[in-house]
């Protein structure tokens, strides 16, 4: 079990640019989640996948933020024309159907500049 | 709507001093609650977890928590602090059938003095 892997783990963009982050959940979990922790809050969810579907979208998600999970694997999560409201961790994790027991990987620090 | 308020902000205590997180949720029914530590720039590790029964549960690292449902209530506690458990701590509450995405509570930031 090498749990859930985030690349990069920091990222460092300025204003207006284009950034992308990748997930790589624990091999059997079909459940893979994305979730946004800003200073001195908890994670706040952005969005869920069952296999390769998208089936929830936190209305945080707005529409420069995209993800996907190709193939029910790895997901990525692009984020379009970044603002530096976008500064954050950006935290993905991952569940079996029906456990309930999210697994996180140890994020991805986006600083927008 | 779900929420999860954890009203201690900082908490100070002494190695060896016993502890006592707090976190209130609100909810319609029982839901799934659990408790996670986040070590400073890491991901978050799951202390324990409840779902039903026994509404004392166990976790690793000797930490043990208890559900009131008369409270709404899932307070954590630790009998004896170690300087290694100074940590973020992050109540959640998950709503079962639901996408199962967890709803935190904004944090307890436990310090601990040698």
């Known amino acids: 079990d090498t749990g859930v892997s985030q690349d990069p783990r920091h990222k460092i963009t300025k204003r207006g640019q284009n950034v992308t982050f990748r997930c790589d959940p624990i091999?059997?979990?079909?459940?893979l989640y994305w979730y946004r922790q800003t200073l001195g809050q908890g994670p706040e969810f952005l969005t869920y996948?069952?296999?390769?579907?998208?089936?929830?979208k936190s209305r945080l998600l707005s529409d420069r933020f995209s993800a996907e999970r190709p193939k029910g694997s790895f997901s990525t999560l692009e984020i379009q024309r970044t603002e530096q409201g976008d500064s954050a961790m950006y935290l993905c994790?991952?569940?079996?159907?029906?456990?309930?027991?999210?697994?996180f990987g140890p994020g991805t620090r986006l600083t927008v500049t | 709507a779900q929420s999860v308020t954890q009203p201690d902000i900082h908490i100070t205590v002494s190695e060896g001093a016993s502890l006592e997180l707090r976190c209130n949720y609100s909810?319609?029914?029982?839901?799934?609650l659990f408790w996670y530590v986040q070590s400073p720039g890491q991901g978050l590790q799951l202390l324990l977890k409840?779902?039903?029964?026994?509404?004392l549960v166990q976790g690793i690292k000797g930490f043990e928590a208890e559900f009131k449902r008369s409270q709404s209530s899932f307070n954590l506690r630790k009998p004896s602090v170690h300087w290694s458990d100074a940590a973020e701590y992050f109540c959640?509450?998950?709503?079962?059938?639901?996408?199962?995405?967890?709803?935190f509570g904004t944090g307890t930031r436990l310090q601990v003095f040698p």
């Open positions: 996948f069952q296999n390769e579907a998208q089936l929830e």
């Open positions: 959640a509450v998950g709503a079962p059938g639901d996408t199962d995405k967890l709803i």
């Open positions: 091999s059997e979990h079909n459940r």
């Open positions: 994790a991952s569940s079996r159907a029906n456990s309930y027991e999210q697994y």
């Open positions: 409840y779902f039903s029964g026994d509404t």
């Open positions: 909810y319609g029914a029982t839901p799934y």
